[in-house]
């Protein structure tokens, strides 16, 4: 039962990232604020982390914030110029080649690089000049769930440094552990979605990245068809797919998108969807067909964190809805090494 | 009939944009070239462009690119500093309102700020200190197709005339003309593909960009669930959701991921997945259950925009057969106003 555990697991390790982890944040955000530009190079769940790290350096350390691709180093051999800028590589095990290329061709341009890994003497944590240490133990399950949540923390730590206003964290992992008592509505939730084959997973601004998450962990666990999209796109064509009775699950916080996400969920309600919500908004949760409603609050930019731990049991409940055990996803392995 | 009509029409819109376009692009460029980092604004299928454009810029131009979080500027009041940067706004219309305040945002930071559009005189054009005009005369289809391939084109002048080394772009419009022609081979790959709920769109690298908007073309006019993968991230969880008969498109040129495509069809199609493809490579035309083979060859980097004309027929014949007008997607509108 590596998987529920490791959910479990996630508010002490979010707890010890953020005790023993402030230096290194203090040291490197420093570093980071000097940094004309920012790259992120990741994949996998480590990717829907660098997106939730893109708001959150663009949006407190104001720092544009690119996605790395890869192929660009592994397969074209044309990576960009990386001097006078920084790049960041995630990856929990360190073992994904690609992403330790991106940090390597960094490194040759004189850029800042640092490995964000729970893995310090990994390829990834030898190839960069600096490494970000994720503190929380070795992760078994095949799905990433502490990885995930603790490489967030990493960025918000980092971001907050670089923009010399740090993020209060303070309720954070109590807020997580209520997350992870939520287990009970999740559950409820996989039920009324059921067995739909196909899925929207919907978010706006900093709940994007929160998402693009669930949805990859409903992929990964239930093999369901969940696309994520920011409900800014989703009116893009994407729209086109809400056939009446296609579940929606929807992760939005309290926040500059509220009124947005409460007003979508009655227009998609009234098209005929089932909205689900997980949110710490109770008004939202009043106007969807069910919610996982987490009452505690950690502000808006830290929201995603907390919607994802709750996803990660709507996901696994998804998945024995479909016969399938979240703890042996099938198709996957742990590492992946890409180049 | 304008979507046929305005497929049909892609290669003169090619063919008068690099002929009147060419001036702007050479002066454009020198200024882009001086940029410390890039970011394009843009939704929808132009947003599928800006990702094309990040490959160029950043693999030909060698300028680090970002995609806009248009919610920073509109949602949360928080862009990130673009001064000493570009940013590139893309909007056919240019009455994407939240792309517009991007360009705004970027404009009191002193940045370089271009807009490409088909409408010089629309909010998006009069936003930007500098206009690059798609020349394509009015989009009347919902599904958008010349405007797309011509805001590609504008970013393969715009990066070639940055980097100082122009793409040739000389085999561009025979060999787009080629892929409106391969209609009767679209057709038949829709005929196989037949009534799939669910469709997996793969590229890697440039080609990337193609599976984006050829995905998007069919959820837009087929209502079919396509998911567009980079085929490196597919194998992090979606691959998961290859269950046996899941047709899967693969669009795909001759060049540095030839020989990754070629072994991912084999093994996909181990897996037991109908594997299609759109391709310039023979040799993977022949691994694959079938191809629309393109034979005139316009290299690598400028191939997804031939691919992409050639999945503008595919994903219409798909819709068909689920018994669509793909003239009259439901759902949809030409102009997308997110702010």
Request: with cysteine; proline share 4%.
């Amino acid at each position: 039962m590596s998987l529920r555990s490791e959910i479990a697991e996630q508010p002490a390790t979010a707890a010890r990232l953020l005790a023993e982890g402030a230096a290194d944040a203090n040291r490197l955000g420093a570093l980071l604020s000097r940094a004309k530009h920012l790259t992120v190079a990741a994949r996998g769940s480590s990717d829907n982390a660098a997106t939730y790290g893109k708001y959150l350096f663009e949006g407190l350390a104001r720092i544009v914030t690119a996605s790395a691709a890869p192929s660009l180093v592994t397969r074209y051999g044309t990576p960009p110029r990386y001097t006078s800028g920084a790049v960041i590589g995630i990856s929990q095990s360190g073992a994904a080649p690609d992403v330790s290329a991106v940090i390597a061709a960094a490194r040759r341009d004189g850029a800042l690089t640092i490995a964000i890994t729970n893995r310090a003497s990994s390829a990834l944590g030898r190839a960069a000049e600096h490494v970000f240490e994720l503190r929380c133990g070795p992760e078994r399950a095949i799905a990433a769930t502490k990885t995930y949540t603790t490489s967030c923390i990493a960025l918000a730590m980092l971001a907050g440094a670089a923009a010399g206003q740090p993020l209060d964290f303070a309720e954070l992992p109590d807020a997580m552990r209520e997350a992870v008592e939520s287990e009970p509505d999740g559950a409820r939730i996989a039920r009324k979605i059921g067995s739909a084959r196909a899925l929207v997973v919907l978010g706006r601004g900093y709940g994007y990245a929160a998402a693009l998450e669930a949805a990859l962990k409903i992929k990964e666990l239930a093999r369901v068809w969940a696309e994520p999209y920011s409900s800014a796109d989703f009116a893009h064509g994407p729209r086109a797919l809400l056939e009446r009775g296609t579940p929606v699950l929807l992760l939005a916080a309290r926040g500059a998108t509220e009124r947005e996400a409460r007003s979508l969920a009655a227009a998609m309600r009234e098209r005929g969807a089932r909205v689900y919500a997980i949110t710490d908004d109770q008004t939202l949760a009043a106007k969807v067909d069910d919610a996982v409603l987490l009452r505690r609050r950690v502000g808006e930019l830290l929201s995603p964190i907390v919607l994802v731990v709750a996803a990660q049991h709507v996901a696994a409940h998804v998945a024995r809805r479909h016969g399938r055990d979240p703890e042996k996803p099938a198709g996957l392995s742990k590492v992946t090494r890409t180049l």
